[in-house]
Each structure stands twice: as C-alpha cells, then as structure tokens.
C-alpha cells in the first residue's frame, strides 16, 4: 500500500471536482432573493404622481429601533402634496438602526412605504446613513432612486408592494381570495399567496409557496439532481 | 530619511500603487464575532460566497498576523476594552469594519449595557447596515474598503483620509438633496 493509501483520504477532495459550483460571483452576479425579503426602502407615490405618505407617524411610532423620524405638516389646498389633510413633511430613516423587521410596512395605512430587495450598501460615516426623503421618495416612474454607493440591480425592485398588513381584511379568514395590499404603484405587484388565497385562483395563477420557489432554485443550483 | 520627504516621482509613485494594490488584495481579517452577524461573516467566507476570491479567505486568531477587524455583533460595554485592546495588538496599516446596525450604532440595543457604535472606541473605515448585514452586503462594504485603501494615500495617517472622505460624503449628499424634486 504505502504511498497509495494515503491518497484514499482524498476520495472526497476529487469527487468534489465534478459537483457543480456552488459560489456566487457577487460582485458580478446576485443570488435571487426569496419574495419577503426585506431591504432597503422606499416612500411610494400613487400613479398620478402625489406621495402616499399622510404623515400619520405610525411607522415612527411601531419601530422597535426608532429609527424613524416622520413630522406631518397640512397640505397645501391649492398645490397638495398628498390625498388629504395632511403630508409627510420630514421622513428620515437611520439605517444603521433599522434591523428591517418590516413593521413600518404593516403598520403603514396608505402603503407609503415598502421595501424593496435592494440589499447591498454601505456607508463611511454616520450621517451617510440617515436617508431623508430625498433618497427614499421614488421617483414619478415609481422606480426607487437608485444612489451610487447602493448596489441596485433590476431583479431588486420585483415584489416591493406591501405584503399583509395587520389592519388588512385578509387577516381575517372571511376575506380569503382578498389581497390585502393594492399594489397601485403599477410594478412590484404580488400575486396572492397560499392562505391569502382561495385554492382555485391560486392554480389559475401557479402561484407556488415560497417553500416550493425555494426548492426548485435549490435542485436548479445543483443542476436539477437533488442530493 | 523617513519616507514622507521622499518626492513624489516616477518610482515611487509607481511603488505607492503597488503597495495599495498588494494592501487591497491581501487584507487579512482578524476573527471579531461577536454575535449574529459573525454567522453572516462565517458563510462569506465559506464556499457559497468565497471571500477567498478577495484574498481574504484566512480569518486570523491572532490580531498580530490580521489587516482588517470586522466587528460582528453588538459590544456590551464589558467588551469594549477588549475590543480595544484587539485593536491596539494589531499591526499599522489597519482597518476596522463595523457589521451590522449593531456594532455601527447600537442598533435596537439603545441601553445601558451596548456601546452605541464602536466608533466610540476604535475609528471605523466603514459600516455594513443591516440586521444582520447578509455576506452580499459585506462583501459590499468589503469592495468599498478595497476601493479607499486603493485610491486612498499610503503615508497619510488614518485620521485626514477619513476627514477627506467625510468631506467627499457630503458633498455627494448635497448633491442629492439639490437634485430631488
């Protein structure tokens, strides 16, 4: 045996040359986020250009980072800002706080802010983080502004209307078939998922549970056999 | 002669570039988790994402052998003149990470027992938000460093790049605000 045998603890080391590979390249190429993921967010318009945001401070008021600071002030009746009495008159998020936990999306009442899949920033100093409604407003096309030291990409701004809010109807078993978000904004619309729809739309829409999206990217990785 | 009166020529214009590029290409991270985030740093440097393709791929026990200190989670105020001490083991040129709202400014953790932001104890080139920030966004803040260290100047103290770079962050923000609406 003698030398021979020494390689037989390499078995594993040369099989792994004929799996396939499983790295990203990240900086070329993103992995696909699942359709819940929380990034980056934004303060939506309805189509006709006016903001969303009435300036309740209800985000402000559920996030369990504080990171959010909201200040209303009255619309203008001639030129409005916003449908409504009133308009978020200063909308700030610190995002070296914010742990996206997506509360300020549940809590919102006009769906003014969602976050989009937009993940991969980073900042040099502490005031770079606080975004002010400057970055977070989107722009009259309803597409997030996409700042130079963000890494955006297109796949980023799919799914960034708002999921299930506790105030919508479909928490309620009566409203199945009922999304529970609008998604107004004209891209980033959800379809209904497992439980937030009836069975029959759901073949209708083949939509899939996030376990089944997951699995098949899983078996495509691995070039469709499955370990 | 020390090296700041050396005049900036030919030769050692080109050796300054060189240095940069081996420094960007070869910074070691000292091993700093801390909580959470560290599980994010760990799959980074496993093979999903690989930060060996940066040079980075050995994450040193020793502060004496590392470039680069990702701090990885939230430091109680117990752990702070440890991780300063880390810090002060390490050799000069260093840079320092702050992973994850937490480390960067407390986070949700705004209480008595968290430092709110390791920039009280050690100054930090740059900071990964998110909770945790996830290897993607790293990688991000990794790719920035990279670009500092490659463009930044070799002799300088860390303190007046860093000004510089504050200065460069503003202006960048103005012209933001001055662009919306």
Same mark, same amino acid.
């Given at each position: 045996m003698g030398i021979l045998s020494g390689l037989g603890g390499f078995k594993v080391t040369f099989k792994q040359i004929f799996e396939p590979r499983v790295t990203k390249q990240y900086p070329e190429e993103k992995r696909p986020k699942p359709p819940r993921f929380h990034g980056r967010h934004v303060l939506n318009r309805y189509p006709d250009g006016m903001e969303k945001c009435i300036g309740c401070e209800l985000c402000a008021g559920v996030c369990p980072a504080k990171c959010i600071y909201v200040r209303g002030a009255d619309n203008d009746p001639a030129n409005p800002t916003s449908p409504g009495?009133?308009?978020? *008159?200063?909308?700030? #998020?610190? *995002?070296?706080?914010? #742990?996206?936990?997506?509360?300020c999306v549940e809590a919102c009442p006009t769906e003014a802010i969602t976050e989009s899949k937009m993940f991969e920033f980073s900042f040099t100093n502490r005031e770079d983080a606080i975004y002010t409604k400057a970055e977070l407003l989107v722009d009259q096309e309803g597409s997030a502004r996409r700042l130079h030291w963000e890494d955006w990409r297109d796949e980023d701004e799919e799914y960034t209307s708002g999921w299930v809010r506790a105030t919508a109807p479909s928490g309620d078993p009566a409203f199945q078939g009922v999304p529970g978000?609008?998604?107004?904004l004209g891209f980033g619309v959800r379809e209904p998922e497992r439980g937030q729809s009836d069975l029959a739309l759901e073949e209708a829409t083949e939509q899939f549970p996030l376990r089944k999206i997951l699995a098949d990217r899983i078996s495509r990785k691995l070039g469709g056999k499955v370990r | 002669m020390p090296?700041?009166?050396?005049?900036?020529n030919f030769l050692t214009g080109n050796i300054e570039k060189l240095v940069q590029w081996a420094r960007q290409a070869s910074l070691w991270p000292a091993t700093f988790g801390l909580a959470c985030c560290a599980i994010e740093m760990m799959s980074s440097g496993a093979a999903d994402f690989d930060l060996a393709r940066f040079g980075m791929e050995v994450f040193r026990a020793s502060p004496r052998q590392a470039d680069l200190m990702i701090v990885a989670g939230r430091v109680s105020q117990k752990m702070a003149p440890v991780l300063r001490q880390v810090y002060d083991q390490m050799m000069e040129p260093k840079w320092v990470i702050a992973m994850g709202v937490c480390a960067s400014t407390g986070g949700m953790f705004n209480n008595y027992a968290v430092v709110q932001g390791v920039d009280q104890i050690v100054p930090v080139d740059i900071y990964a938000p998110g909770c945790p920030p996830g290897p993607e966004t790293l990688m991000h803040a990794i790719l920035t460093l990279h670009e500092q260290i490659r463009t930044g100047e070799i002799l300088r103290r860390r303190r007046e790049v860093e000004k510089s770079y504050h200065q460069i962050g503003q202006s960048a923000a103005s012209r933001i605000?001055?662009?919306?609406e």
């Open positions: 009495e009133r308009f978020g *008159f200063v909308y700030e #998020i610190n *995002f070296l706080r914010c #742990i996206h936990c997506d509360m978000w609008s998604g107004e | 090296l700041e009166d050396l005049s900036y605000v001055g662009g919306a």
